[in-house]
Nanobody, 124 residues
């Protein structure tokens, strides 16, 4: 049973930073691609960033490029999202997700497993 548990959300002022963590368990993720997606109130869930577990290739949404960094720790089975220069429009529930193949995609529909989400609120 795949489990994804996010942590690290909170309230931060505009321009500040947060680091989200996603602890993954339940199987080997070597063939997976791990993603962070977010959903703001009244909006659809959207892609933020993804990383191939084996090899580490990354993708980012244009809205976060240059500000957010996705990374992983193989030994800890954990994926991180470092968020810098946060803006009020980054306010959302952030979800960790896993897809069972490592092909690239910016769609929210391709993920097979989801965490429970962690709230990020950026005040102006």
């Amino acid at each position: 049973q795949v489990q994804l548990v996010e942590s690290g959300g909170g309230l931060v002022q505009a321009g500040g930073s947060l680091r989200l963590s996603c602890a993954a368990s339940g199987r080997s993720f070597s063939s997976y691609r791990m993603g962070w997606l977010r959903q703001a109130p009244g909006k659809e869930r959207e892609f933020v960033a993804a990383i191939r577990w084996s090899g580490g290739s990354t993708d980012y949404a244009d809205s976060v490029k240059g500000r957010f960094t996705i990374s992983k720790d193989n030994a800890e089975n954990t994926v991180y999202l470092q968020m810098n220069s946060l803006k009020p429009e980054d306010t959302a529930v952030y979800y960790c997700a896993a897809k069972t193949d490592y092909s690239r995609s910016y769609s929210r529909l391709v993920y097979d497993y989801w965490g429970q989400g962690t709230q990020v609120t950026v005040s102006s």
